[in-house]
């Protein structure tokens, strides 16, 4: 991300946002190793920042699983092992289910018309990047009805602890027509208000999609 798109969004997003999203995306792509580390100088220079904001988007990133800090050693990229990700996968159950559960009497029409939207465009993606970007549009329009937006920023940190796996691993080739044909099951739920029905879809999707993470070779 050059300097000056930095700096240009910063009117919109603080100094910490902007930098946690570059790194983000880095880690998400694959272009930050698990296990490497983040050298807090160099990104406060690339920037033309202090390395006070570079510390809060580590902090940030912290939170969200994708970095871990060490005192006196610094910042490094994760590399959560299996035990991490089934913990996660479990935790993303019991959350989305929740979500799903409270968003399914108040669906609107514009709200399952974007839903459709959304998963007609998973249908021509080959680009693994995109397709993981858009299941990940899909699944929160899915529990934006449910209007509690903490429940929704646990579910979009968790999302993010795994989504370097969905970028690097999982093609739509391979992984997308059984997870586009759960997905049509789960909106079909959801147009008939059947709540118990779009949650145990939910739940097996979710369950389906931790049986292909658990399948790569992720160093514990």
Same mark, same amino acid.
């Given at each position: 991300?050059?300097?000056?798109?930095?700096?240009?969004?910063?009117?919109?997003?603080?100094?910490?946002?902007?930098?946690?999203?570059?790194?983000?995306?880095?880690?998400?792509?694959?272009?930050?190793?698990?296990?490497?580390?983040?050298?807090? $100088? +160099? &990104?406060?220079?690339? %920037? =033309?920042?202090?390395?006070?904001?570079?510390?809060? /988007? !580590? *902090?940030?990133?912290?939170?969200?699983?994708?970095?871990?800090?060490?005192?006196?050693?610094?910042?490094?990229?994760?590399?959560?092992?299996? $035990? +991490? &990700?089934?913990?996660? %996968? =479990?935790?993303?159950?019991?959350?989305?289910?929740? /979500? !799903? *559960?409270?968003?399914?009497?108040?669906?609107?029409?514009?709200?399952?018309?974007?839903?459709?939207?959304?998963?007609?465009?998973?249908?021509?993606?080959?680009?693994?990047?995109?397709?993981?970007?858009?299941?990940?549009?899909?699944?929160? /329009? !899915?529990?934006?009805?449910?209007?509690?937006?903490?429940?929704?920023?646990?579910?979009?940190?968790?999302?993010?602890?795994?989504?370097?796996?969905?970028?690097?691993?999982?093609?739509?080739?391979?992984?997308?027509?059984?997870?586009?044909?759960?997905?049509?099951?789960?909106?079909?739920?959801?147009?008939?208000?059947?709540?118990?029905?779009?949650?145990?879809?939910?739940?097996?999707?979710?369950?389906?999609?931790?049986?292909?993470?658990?399948?790569?070779?992720?160093?514990?």
């Amino acid at each position: 991300m050059p300097e000056r798109v930095a700096a240009s969004q910063s009117k919109y997003r603080t100094a910490p946002e902007v930098v946690a999203e570059y790194i983000r995306d880095a880690i998400y792509r694959n272009e930050l190793r698990p296990g490497q580390q983040l050298q807090q $100088e +160099e &990104l406060a220079v690339k %920037f =033309g920042i202090s390395r006070i904001p570079v510390r809060d /988007a !580590l *902090r940030q990133l912290q939170g969200e699983g994708l970095v871990e800090l060490y005192p006196n050693r610094g910042a490094f990229v994760s590399n959560p092992g299996v $035990e +991490e &990700l089934r913990e996660v %996968f =479990g935790l993303r159950i019991l959350l989305e289910a929740y /979500a !799903l *559960r409270m968003a399914v009497p108040n669906f609107t029409k514009a709200e399952l018309e974007l839903c459709a939207s959304l998963l007609a465009q998973l249908e021509s993606i080959a680009n693994r990047a995109d397709w993981s970007r858009t299941d990940q549009e899909f699944h929160a /329009a !899915l529990y934006a009805p449910c209007r509690q937006p903490r429940t929704l920023g646990l579910i979009d940190n968790l999302r993010g602890s795994v989504n370097r796996f969905y970028y690097l691993y999982l093609s739509p080739e391979s992984y997308g027509p059984d997870c586009l044909r759960e997905h049509r099951q789960i909106l079909k739920a959801c147009q008939k208000k059947d709540a118990d029905g779009a949650v145990a879809l939910l739940e097996r999707h979710l369950r389906n999609a931790l049986k292909e993470v658990e399948s790569i070779s992720v160093q514990p």
